[in-house]
């Protein structure tokens, strides 16, 4: 029974996000909101892209370099690498503030608590560099299990095959998509309606994942094969239009306008899907 109310409910919220994206977008079709929504998603993203962005130009390269060609340079790297290192950990930490911005004004949207861009309550300034001090963390902690794991990996390659090291890349693509979920769609609303410290709102939004585990796991499951199935259709039109979408899609801001449909729905998923375990009002 548990199984298949669970199954009722995010059936249920898979309508009721729908209805909500329709009429937000659709009834009447508001271009000028659509434009704000692309402009605060493409910041909301960004972060991400450059965490995972650093992550290949560190791992991809190793792959393939000759390293006995490279050795003769290798000082030279290394004396380059933390200037390097430390601009990309500025312009990282920059984007990831700007986030906490975009991410509370998107949350404000969905809870149709806003319609322009122009102002920003004091109290969510608290809020948001609360979500900049956990988004920091979690990522440091998240790269640095990464490095350790492969290296490890690579440290013991005689004990380790590559079987290992595909093992590890799943187990750490699923506990980053689980990390993610967890601060997009639990602390994040959680933290705008208590608007508590850092650590009241962490430990809320950890007592409210505890309480519903297998309703958390089965939706972060359910969220993948959504975002599989409607990526797929976006991959279907870009080839039905003959590339053409993809162009629109790459582009910066024009691109995540064009998909706000995708894009607020799955928000909307998230936000619905909290509500249902928390128990939380928008008054609270």
Do not use: D, Q
């Given at each position: 029974?548990?199984?298949?109310?669970?199954?009722?409910?995010?059936?249920?919220?898979?309508?009721?996000?729908?209805?909500?994206?329709?009429?937000?977008?659709?009834?009447?079709l508001n271009l000028?909101?659509?434009?704000?929504?692309?402009?605060?998603?493409?910041?909301?993203?960004?972060?991400?892209?450059?965490?995972?962005?650093?992550?290949?130009?560190?791992?991809?390269?190793?792959?393939?370099?000759?390293w006995n060609k490279i050795f003769p340079v290798?000082?030279?790297?290394?004396?380059?690498?933390?200037?390097?290192?430390?601009?990309f950990l500025i312009f990282f930490a920059l984007f990831l503030y700007i986030s906490g911005y975009s991410n509370y004004f998107y949350l404000e949207f969905l809870l149709k608590k806003r319609e322009g861009l122009n102002s920003i309550f004091s109290?969510?300034?608290?809020?948001?560099?609360?979500?900049?001090?956990?988004?920091?963390f979690l990522y440091l902690l998240?790269?640095?299990?990464?490095?350790?794991?492969?290296?490890?990996?690579?440290?013991?390659?005689?004990?380790?095959?590559?079987?290992?090291?595909?093992?590890f890349g799943i187990?750490?693509?699923?506990?980053?998509a689980l990390v993610n979920i967890f601060v997009k769609d639990i602390f994040l609303p959680l933290s705008y309606f208590k608007n508590g410290t850092i650590l009241e709102n962490l430990n809320s939004a950890l007592q409210v994942v505890s309480l519903n585990a297998f309703k958390f796991f089965?939706?972060?499951?359910l969220k993948f094969i959504l975002i599989i199935i409607l990526t797929s259709g976006i991959v279907f039109m870009g080839l039905m239009s003959l590339g053409i979408l993809f162009l629109i899609f790459i582009i910066p801001i024009l691109g995540q306008t064009a998909l706000q449909p995708v894009i607020y729905f799955l928000n909307l998923f998230g936000l619905n899907f909290f509500k249902s375990i928390s128990n939380l009002e928008e008054s609270y």
């Open positions: 029974m548990g199984l298949r109310n669970t199954l009722l409910e995010f059936i249920e919220n898979y309508k009721k996000s729908g209805r909500e994206m329709e009429l937000a977008l659709f009834k009447p000028k909101k659509w434009l704000k929504l692309g402009f605060l998603s493409f910041f909301n993203m960004i972060p991400l892209f450059l965490f995972l962005f650093f992550l290949n130009f560190l791992i991809i390269p190793s792959k393939f370099m000759n290798l000082p030279h790297i290394f004396m380059i690498f933390p200037f390097i290192f430390l601009f109290e969510n300034k608290k809020l948001i560099f609360n979500y900049f001090i956990l988004n920091i998240l790269a640095f299990s990464m490095f350790a794991g492969f290296g490890t990996i690579l440290f013991f390659r005689e004990f380790f095959s590559g079987f290992f090291a595909v093992l187990i750490f693509i699923f506990l980053f089965s939706y972060c499951v």
